[in-house]
């Protein structure tokens, strides 16, 4: 199998992966081990998370203009919800400082991965407790704004899904469907921009090649299909979340974790 094709696999499962909740970093960890993908690159890491935050963008388009103008225009509405994402992003920050190595040499082994998508699976059946007691919910809070954080800080773990942990935590401290989804997805804008540009400066750094692995229009087109496949996987998940069946990714985290420990 060519480079190429490898590169489009890659954009496709983090594009579906990142906004489903059964963890686009343990579907990428077992993905490069299956396919035995070499290192991609520092600029071809950061091209393909520009290509899965488009999605969130273009989706809450109207949303985050609202948030901004208000920010700007001094109202505490977008003060507030500016202050909440700032907020959430601490658990993930304090995380990064004291666990960023014992973290990141866990995705060189493919059956912890295997093993942290089970946990995955088990969290996401546990969500339907939420949907069952919070089935109304409220708005957010400060408390509610870090439970959120400290769901999104897991999420580290490869295997452990984002907005899985972000929205199940949300949806157990009392914050309505919708709106945890919202705020799961806005408050992932900087957590994720800022991830890919420290990994992509640590790349340079280390010495790592910024020189893409595949031709330009390759890793384009990588991108692309990550932003189309992010919104498709977006729209999914909100509606899956609306309906309060956010759980029924379990079983299948479930089925993909015992079957890499079957096979790996």
């Known amino acids: 199998m ?22 686009s970093s343990g579907h990428l960890a077992l993905a490069q081990c299956v396919l035995k993908v ?16 488009l999605p969130i963008c273009f989706f809450y388009r109207r949303r985050l203009a609202e948030l901004i103008a208000s920010f700007f225009r001094g109202r505490r509405a977008g003060w507030l919800y500016a202050g909440w994402v700032l907020l959430s992003m601490l658990p993930a920050g304090v995380v990064y400082l004291f666990a960023k190595d014992p973290v990141e040499r866990l995705y060189d082994v493919p059956r912890a991965v295997a093993w942290l998508l089970v946990l995955n699976g088990f969290l996401l059946l546990f969500s339907a407790v939420a949907d069952r007691f919070r089935r109304a919910g409220g708005g957010l809070s400060w408390a509610r704004a870090l439970v959120m954080g400290v769901g999104q800080a897991l999420a580290v773990l490869p295997g452990v899904s ?63 299909a990550a932003a189309l496949v992010g919104y498709v996987a977006l729209r999914l998940v909100v509606r899956v ?11 299948y985290c479930l089925a993909l974790g015992a079957a890499a420990l079957a096979l790996l």
């Open 241 to 251: 979340v609306r309906s309060g069946r956010f759980w029924v990714f379990g079983p």
């Open 38 to 53: 070499r290192d991609p690159g520092p600029t071809l890491e950061l091209m393909l998370h520009v290509g899965t935050l």
């Open 162 to 224: 984002r907005s899985g942990t972000s929205i199940t935590a949300g949806r157990l401290c009392g914050v309505a469907p919708e709106a945890a989804a919202e705020f799961s997805f806005v408050m992932s804008v900087p957590v994720i921009a800022g991830a890919a540009l420290l990994e992509f400066v640590s790349g340079l750094r280390d010495g790592a090649s910024a020189a893409l692995p595949v031709p330009a229009e390759t890793a384009l087109a990588a991108t692309a």
């Open 2 to 23: 060519s480079e190429t094709l490898k590169v489009l696999i890659l954009a496709v499962v983090q594009g579906l992966t990142e906004f489903l909740p059964v963890s």
